[in-house]
Structure formats: structure tokens, C-alpha cells
């Protein structure tokens, strides 16, 4: 497993930690201060708004967990992977991709979400 591979990991258990004070912890040792989220239904800045973001998502999905769904890309700075959110054993109910800016000291510096698959949506 890359490092990069890990980090996109801890970036994944990050959104299924319910426990405030070792979320932050992981956050903290997961994405930089200046950091950046982004994706066409949230945002969030700095591990305070990225919290209260994942916070937010937790509590409008409670019994739901992330899963990493792809291998990991990268190259230079940046990284790829695919996800699903499901309550356990069954079907997803939100899965995207996302594309992401690594920093120097190998902790992400942005992400940016895409959403292919809502509740609700039409299948195409």
C-alpha cells in the first residue's frame, strides 16, 4: 500500500469517525490548515469547517459509512479514487469520485467531490 494510498484511507475514516475529539485528531493529521472541501452540495475551510461539514453529514445520515470503491491514482501532487456511502449491507444510497491536491508534507490540501449517484436520481 502507497502512502498516498493510506492517506486517502485516513481521509475515508475521517467521515466515519463519530467521535468528535478523534476526528479532529484525524483531520489534523490528514489535511493541512489552509485546507479546502468542495463538492456541488458542500464546502468547508480549515479543519474547523471540514469537522462541522463531516458533522453535518453524519447526522443526516446516521448508520451510513464511507468506503474507498477504487484504487487510488496518482501523479505529481494529485490523487483519485472513488467512494460510496451505504448503511451496512446495503446498496449505496451517495457514491462520487474525488479529486484531490496532496501537499508537501503529504496531507491533503484540497478536495473536490463529484456526485454520481443521489437519492432520488434517475439512473442514466
Known amino acids: 500500500m502507497t502512502d498516498r494510498t493510506d492517506l486517502i484511507d485516513r481521509y475515508i475514516a475521517i467521515w466515519n469517525e463519530t467521535d468528535g475529539e478523534r476526528r479532529r485528531a ?8 489552509d485546507a479546502h472541501y468542495l463538492d456541488p452540495l458542500m464546502q468547508g475551510d480549515g479543519p474547523t ?15 451510513h459509512r464511507f468506503s474507498r470503491t477504487s484504487k ?8 483519485r479514487f472513488a467512494w460510496a456511502l451505504a448503511a451496512d449491507g ?3 444510497l451517495v457514491a462520487g469520485v474525488d479529486f484531490g491536491v496532496v501537499s508537501a508534507d503529504e496531507r491533503l490540501k484540497t478536495v473536490t467531490g463529484f456526485l454520481d ?3 432520488g436520481q434517475a439512473a442514466e
Request: hydrophobic residues 40%; negative net charge; glycine residues 8%.
Open 117 to 119: 449517484q443521489m437519492p
Open 72 to 79: 487510488v491514482d496518482t501523479h505529481n501532487d494529485r490523487v
Open 26 to 33: 484525524l483531520i489534523a493529521r490528514t489535511w493541512t490548515e
Open 49 to 63: 469547517g471540514i469537522d462541522a461539514m463531516i458533522q453535518g453529514v453524519q447526522q443526516r445520515f446516521p448508520g
Open 90 to 92: 446495503a446498496a449505496p
